[in-house]
């Protein structure tokens, strides 16, 4: 059964948008797929989170009536269209107007209902629509819940006409939609069902750690032995976080406090992890760069690591120098770093003038939804450096970079010396692997005559830059 569950998820990851959710400054967003119990055939669900033109953001949840896959190529369907509407200029209740006359097109698209709301996070305006679909409801660190307004639209295809609502939410309120089969549970009338869910978002709504995810995990608490699907998409209206800028000098010391510093400030995101392991890497090959080039014919001189989150979910990182670059000597398993920084962002731009050098890389941030299948979560990551020997295995953890590199190297020719029989390496607790810790890794690999092996979980920050660099591991 649990392996028929993740292959259904799966083919619902594909078949529905959004596959992520974007990151934002003032507003944190997160969503919950709860398959029914009854089965694992994907039923008619579906939500999307996008970031309009003038830096609104649209939120929609939609249920389409029946299940398998004639039902989720109806909402791919219905989501795209009111998505586009929204971001075409329409209102909520326009652009519930517009899906109106796409879905009569649109076979079994007939009796679908539909929440779309737009909110401002500079300012807390909420505009939203539902076309027979349960009205949101905003719950606050007060420990309160309420139900905004319906609108009164009614399903798609019955007669009747859309309205616009408004409401406004405060900062650290949490707007949540979600569709009915939070509401349609085993053993409970309609009103014990809105009262429990009230409460159940109420004390979710009081979290000072992330709001957004303990709303969405709380109310999903409430669903047992459910026959229907359950969606959840959760917006909490946050103070933008600040953007971080440290200057220091360019030594190896101040690599490795500014990428701790660095790496708490991006956490604050919550940003998905493959995400964190990326920009991670490139952070440290461009401050890296900087100490091994900059000042080569001085002593060393400042460094600038700033970075912040664009109102659309864009991260934008600089590294500036005052130096005068010295390229360095072709070597082997060296010259790899701003490469690899480039391969793990975006767009990485390189402005090299009399005064310094400033290297600038910008990447989309975004997180992604859960499908609640019972996921498995990745192993906790160690913060320090370690490496211990255990049954035949060299077992590392923390961050592999320009401050422990040299120290990895050592460790590692001294265990594999003293090895009686082919030595794995396992990776899984790296937190960090730079351009460094690949040189190391590729040097033991040149020299083992294929007596060491690298391994790592797959998911994990080693896995997803060894696969990247190109070298050979073993993913377990």
């Not at 994907?42 to 989170?49: I, K, L, P, Q, T």
Request: net charge negative; proline share 7%; with cysteine.
């Amino acid at each position: 059964m649990y392996e028929e569950a993740w292959q259904t998820a799966g083919m619902l990851s594909e078949a529905l948008p959004p596959t992520r959710l974007p990151v934002l400054p003032g507003v944190d967003l997160s969503a919950r797929y709860l398959l029914a119990e009854t089965g694992t055939t994907v039923g008619g669900d579906w939500f999307d989170a996008v970031v309009l033109d003038d830096d609104r953001v649209a939120l929609m949840v939609g249920d389409v009536v029946g299940r398998g896959t004639r039902a989720t190529w109806v909402t791919g369907r219905l989501c795209a269209a009111l998505g586009m509407a929204l971001q075409d200029g329409a209102d909520p209740a326009a652009a519930m107007s517009q899906l109106e006359k796409f879905a009569s097109r649109v076979p079994g698209a007939q009796a679908a209902t539909a929440c779309a709301a737009v909110l401002d996070p500079a300012t807390g305006d909420l505009t939203y629509c539902t076309a027979g679909h349960p009205p949101p409801l905003i719950a606050s660190t007060a420990g309160t819940a309420r139900y905004v307004e319906p609108s009164g639209g009614t399903p798609l295809g019955a007669p009747g006409g859309y309205e616009l609502s408004t409401e406004r939410l405060d900062i650290d309120d949490v707007l949540l939609l979600y569709t009915d089969g939070l509401l349609e549970r085993p053993f409970r009338t309609p009103d014990q069902a809105t009262a429990e869910l009230l409460r159940a978002a109420a004390a979710g709504g009081r979290a000072s750690d992330d709001p957004a995810e303990r709303v969405a995990d709380q109310v999903l608490q409430l669903v047992k032995g459910h026959s229907d699907d359950v969606t959840v998409l959760a917006a909490h209206r946050r103070t933008p976080l600040p953007a971080f800028s440290r200057t220091g000098p360019a030594v190896r010391a101040t690599v490795g406090r500014y990428r701790d510093e660095f790496a708490a400030w991006l956490r604050a995101l919550n940003p998905e992890l493959v995400l964190v392991i990326g920009v991670h890497n490139a952070v440290l090959e461009l401050m890296s760069n900087v100490v091994e080039h900059a000042y080569y014919d001085t002593a060393p001189g400042p460094m600038t690591l700033a970075a912040g989150l664009t109102r659309r979910g864009e991260l934008e990182i600089s590294v500036r120098d005052e130096g005068r670059w010295k390229d360095s000597e072709p070597a082997a398993g060296r010259g790899r770093g701003l490469a690899l920084a480039g391969s793990t962002v975006d767009e990485l731009s390189v402005d090299r003038t009399d005064a310094g050098t400033t290297v600038t890389v910008r990447t989309a941030l975004t997180k992604a939804p859960s499908l609640v299948v019972g996921e498995v979560m990745p192993p906790t990551e160690p913060v320090e450096f370690s490496a211990e020997v255990a049954d035949g295995t060299l077992l590392v953890g923390g961050p592999i970079d320009i401050t422990t590199a040299r120290g990895f190297d050592r460790i590692l020719r001294e265990v594999a010396r003293h090895a009686t029989i082919p030595l794995a390496v396992d990776l899984s607790r790296v937190t960090q692997l730079a351009s460094a810790g690949i040189q190391v890794l590729a040097a033991a690999l040149r020299r083992s005559d294929r007596n060491l092996e690298l391994v790592a979980l797959r998911g994990t920050p080693a896995e997803h830059i060894l696969a990247l660099t190109r070298l050979p591991h073993r993913t377990a």
